[in-house]
């Protein structure tokens, strides 16, 4: 399995290039990265159950210090792929592929 990240800011329509991404599993910190200049990055792999990725989006947006979007792998085997979309008041995300 692997597990990535995209995040793009909607109001410049750009990148969110240098967003710190935390992933937990349990509430333990299993991985920690930095966006690279394309908004993306790849974490360790967290294997099945539920697990939260933290977005540091304050640098974005000034009413979301952080963005918290929990998921739940049910296959190991499956690459995942956790998107995120923000603007300063406003965020989406989705199971991306």
């Known amino acids: 399995m692997t597990l990535s990240t ?11 290039a240098g967003m710190v991404v935390v992933l937990r599993t349990g509430g333990r910190e299993r991985d920690r990265i930095v966006t690279d200049a394309d908004g993306r990055g790849r974490l360790v ?7 939260t990725l933290t977005f540091a989006t304050a640098a974005w947006s000034e009413f979301y210090p952080e963005v918290t ?3 739940t792998v049910t296959d190991p085997a499956r ?6 979309l923000l603007s300063p008041f406003a965020y989406s995300t989705y199971r991306g592929s």
């Not at 792999?45 to 697990?51: D, I, N, Q, S, T």
Request: aromatic share 4%.
């Open 45 to 51: 792999e967290p294997g099945a159950g539920v697990h």
């Open 79 to 84: 690459h995942h792929h956790v998107p995120l």
């Open 6 to 16: 995209h995040v793009l800011d909607a109001t410049s329509g750009t990148p969110a």
């Open 69 to 71: 979007v929990a998921f």
